[in-house]
C-alpha cells in the first residue's frame, strides 16, 4: 500500500460547505462531536471519501465480525438547516510527525475540491480536573473571526492552550492558512481524564450557532449521564483517599 490512499467513495454537489473535523484526541471531545452531528443528520450524509494511511496505527477496526482497515471517513451533510458540511471522522490520528503533516494536506486537497473556504477543527483542552461547567476556548487564523465567535460563546484565553494544539486540529490552522482557508479551533475544557460527552455538546453549541443548524442531544446527554456515574465514584474514591491520609499527629509514632 502506498503512503497515502485516497478513495474516491461520492461525488456530490455542495453548497459552500464548511469542513468540520472531529478525530480522537483530548477527553475524545471533537470525535465525540463530529460522530453525533453525522448521527443526528444522518438521512442527510453521504460518505464521499477514505483516505488510508501507513502513518496510522498498523490495525483493523472490527464490525460485527467483519475487519476493515483503519482509515479516516470523510462525509458530506446537506440540507442541515444551514451550512452544507464536509465532515471528517475516524479512529486513529497519525502515529508521528511526518505523518500528520501528510494526513493534514490530503484532508485540505479533499476540501479544496469540495471548494471549502471555512474550517473549524473540534477538540478538547484539559485542565487536569474534574469540572462542572464546560466554556469552549477557540483558537483561528485570522483576528476577524474571533469577534463573532465571541458572540456564539467561545473563550480566547491569553497562552491557552499551553504549548499550542497538537495534531491535525493545529496543523489544519497552520497549514490552512497558507492556502487562505478561513480556519478555527474550538477546544472544549474537559478534565483530560475520561470521555466526556458534556464538552462535546458544549463545542457542538457554538456550531449551531455559527453554522445555523439544530440538532437534538438525546444520545449525547444519556452517554454524558452514564459519565457522571463513572465521575461520582471517583469524586467518591478522592474523598475517601482524602480522609485516610494519616495527620501529622499518626505519623510522629513509628514503631
Known sequence: MDELDIEVVAEPSLD????????PGVGH???????????????ESTLVRRLYSTAFPPQVSVDDGVASLTCTEVHAVTDTGGRDLLVYTGDHQAQHGEGHYTLAEAYLDV????????????????????????????????????????????????????????GVSGLLLGLGARRD????????????????????RAVLSVLESR?????????????????????GKIREMESQATMDVPSEDDLRYIG
Do not use: N, Q, W
Request: net charge negative; charged share 30%.
Open 16 to 23: 459552500d460547505p464548511v469542513l468540520i473535523e472531529g478525530l
Open 29 to 43: 471531545v471533537g470525535a465525540l462531536a463530529a460522530d453525533h452531528l453525522l448521527e443526528e443528520f444522518d438521512d
Open 111 to 166: 476540501a479544496e475540491s469540495f471548494d471549502v473556504s471555512e474550517c473549524y477543527a473540534l477538540g478538547g483542552v484539559p485542565t487536569g480536573e474534574l469540572i462542572e461547567t464546560y466554556d469552549v476556548v477557540g483558537a483561528v487564523t485570522g483576528e476577524e473571526m474571533i469577534d463573532d465567535l465571541e458572540s456564539a460563546g467561545v473563550e480566547f484565553r491569553e497562552d491557552e492552550p499551553a504549548g499550542g494544539i497538537v
Open 181 to 200: 482557508l478561513t480556519a478555527a479551533c474550538l477546544m472544549g475544557e474537559t478534565s483530560g481524564y475520561l470521555v466526556d460527552p458534556k464538552s462535546a
Open 211 to 231: 453554522l445555523g443548524f439544530e440538532i437534538g442531544y438525546d444520545s449525547l446527554d444519556e452517554r454524558a449521564e452514564e459519565m457522571e456515574a463513572v465521575m
